[in-house]
């Protein structure tokens, strides 16, 4: 049985995974920041017959990153995979950059990229260990009338070339980890209001299309993966 640490993993994509992961008999570490709303994801999915853990965890706080770290490495040695699921668009999400301030900002930034930043840094040996295997849940980050989300976009930007960045080295170096990120397109969830229309996925939807790439057997190291299966280059157009 490997284990998975989701973050972010009480509720929407998040817990959707951990019910997907969690039937396909993986113990699920749920990752969150509030205990309380963890202990209830985590008694929801053992009713399921999953066998699920709370680690709770603040990805904005780099203390709270490091704790929970150390938690993984000493109670949970056989991780295998670890999910940057956690995030926040920035509100309102649709705000042009001139009306987001700094410091909003740098908050969306820490929990968007410097959070899975420091969580990959701190469990890279024990993933190592176990030829474990990063997943970030990202988005599109090329600008589109469609989708121009200033905040969002431009602190989930460095998480898709963390990706691409860390993967390469992976290879480079013989790390037995392979990283990559997905972006499971619109779905909704309590951070876009709950939107709904043409083409919105609900949670599990969006959890079994993420969830594809791991199990479908392919080396995707240092791919940065949209949905329906396109990959992005750097600049975040689609190269295939």
Known sequence: MTTAFITGANKGIGFAMAENLGA???????????????????????????VADLVVIDVSDMGSVRQAAEVVRRDYSD???????AGTPGYPMRAYGWEVDTQTLDDIWRVNFLGPFELIKQLKGVLAANNGT???VSIPIEPAARFNTFAYQTTKAPLNVMTKSLGLAFATE????QILAVTPGGTSTDLNGHIQG????????????????????????????????????YAGERIN
């Open 24 to 50: 396909r008999g993986h113990h699920i570490l749920v990752g969150a920041r509030d205990e309380q709303r963890g202990q209830t994801a985590v008694h929801a999915l053992r009713a399921q017959g999953v």
């Open 79 to 85: 991780l295998g995979l670890l999910v940057n699921n």
């Open 134 to 136: 990063i997943l970030n």
């Open 174 to 177: 013989n790390i037995p980890i």
């Open 198 to 233: 043409p083409g919105v996925k609900t949670p599990e939807q969006a959890a079994a299309a993420i969830i594809g790439f791991l199990v479908d057997g392919q080396d995707h190291n240092g791919q940065v993966i949209n949905f329906d299966g396109t990959v992005y280059s």
